[in-house]
Protein backbone atom coordinates (compact mmCIF):
# COMPACT_ATOMS: atom_id res chain seq x y z
CA UNK A 1 0.00 0.00 0.00
CA UNK A 2 2.78 2.53 1.05
CA UNK A 3 4.72 1.26 -1.87
CA UNK A 4 1.75 2.27 -4.47
CA UNK A 5 1.30 5.47 -2.76
CA UNK A 6 5.00 6.22 -3.02
CA UNK A 7 5.10 5.69 -6.69
CA UNK A 8 2.18 7.25 -7.85
CA UNK A 9 3.23 10.45 -5.48
CA UNK A 10 6.44 9.60 -7.53
CA UNK A 11 5.16 9.47 -11.35
CA UNK A 12 3.06 12.98 -10.26
CA UNK A 13 6.40 14.60 -9.60
CA UNK A 14 7.90 13.17 -12.76
CA UNK A 15 4.69 14.36 -14.81
CA UNK A 16 5.00 18.00 -13.32
CA UNK A 17 8.65 18.39 -13.84
CA UNK A 18 8.04 17.62 -17.19
CA UNK A 19 5.53 20.34 -17.98
CA UNK A 20 7.39 22.82 -16.04
CA UNK A 21 10.31 21.57 -18.22
CA UNK A 22 8.67 22.52 -21.40
CA UNK A 23 7.02 25.34 -20.48
CA UNK A 24 10.90 26.83 -19.80
CA UNK A 25 11.91 25.61 -23.14
CA UNK A 26 8.85 27.08 -24.88
CA UNK A 27 9.61 30.21 -23.69
CA UNK A 28 11.19 32.50 -25.30
CA UNK A 29 14.73 33.75 -24.81
CA UNK A 30 14.14 37.53 -25.69
CA UNK A 31 15.04 39.80 -23.24
CA UNK A 32 12.79 42.55 -24.24
CA UNK A 33 9.65 40.01 -23.19
CA UNK A 34 9.71 40.49 -19.70
CA UNK A 35 9.59 44.11 -20.38
CA UNK A 36 6.89 43.75 -22.93
CA UNK A 37 4.94 41.91 -20.08
CA UNK A 38 5.47 44.11 -17.39
CA UNK A 39 3.80 47.36 -19.73
CA UNK A 40 0.98 44.84 -21.09
CA UNK A 41 0.22 45.06 -17.60
CA UNK A 42 0.09 47.73 -16.58
CA UNK A 43 -2.21 49.00 -19.63
CA UNK A 44 -4.42 45.85 -18.08
CA UNK A 45 -4.35 47.30 -14.79
CA UNK A 46 -4.97 50.99 -16.35
CA UNK A 47 -8.15 49.82 -17.94
CA UNK A 48 -9.33 48.18 -14.97
CA UNK A 49 -9.08 51.30 -12.83
CA UNK A 50 -10.94 53.45 -15.72
CA UNK A 51 -13.54 51.07 -15.49
CA UNK A 52 -14.20 51.70 -11.93
CA UNK A 53 -14.85 55.18 -11.81
CA UNK A 54 -16.82 56.78 -9.60
CA UNK A 55 -20.71 56.43 -9.67
CA UNK A 56 -22.45 59.92 -11.14
CA UNK A 57 -24.88 62.06 -9.80
CA UNK A 58 -27.34 60.59 -12.39
CA UNK A 59 -26.39 57.01 -11.49
CA UNK A 60 -26.91 57.36 -7.71
CA UNK A 61 -30.81 59.40 -8.13
CA UNK A 62 -31.58 56.08 -10.24
CA UNK A 63 -29.96 53.61 -7.68
CA UNK A 64 -31.49 55.39 -4.98
CA UNK A 65 -35.39 55.28 -6.99
CA UNK A 66 -34.88 51.47 -7.63
CA UNK A 67 -34.11 50.98 -3.68
CA UNK A 68 -37.07 53.09 -3.14
CA UNK A 69 -39.20 51.53 -5.20
CA UNK A 70 -38.51 48.22 -4.08
CA UNK A 71 -38.84 49.07 -0.32
CA UNK A 72 -42.53 50.42 -1.05
CA UNK A 73 -42.79 46.68 -2.86
CA UNK A 74 -41.67 45.02 0.31
CA UNK A 75 -43.97 47.25 2.21
CA UNK A 76 -47.31 46.40 0.84
CA UNK A 77 -46.47 42.59 0.52
CA UNK A 78 -45.20 42.85 4.38
CA UNK A 79 -48.77 44.54 5.09
CA UNK A 80 -51.56 43.33 2.39
CA UNK A 81 -53.29 40.80 4.83
CA UNK A 82 -52.09 37.69 2.59
CA UNK A 83 -50.85 34.52 4.98
CA UNK A 84 -47.90 33.41 3.65
CA UNK A 85 -46.17 29.90 4.74
Known amino acids: MKSS ?4 LASILFVAGQAHAEQERDRPRDPGV ?3 RHYQQQRINQ ?3 QQ ?3 VRREDRK ?6 NNL ?3 IYQEKHDGEVRQ
Open 52 to 54: EKP
Open 47 to 49: DVR
Open 5 to 8: IGFM
Open 71 to 73: SKE
Open 34 to 36: KQR
Open 62 to 67: DLHQDI
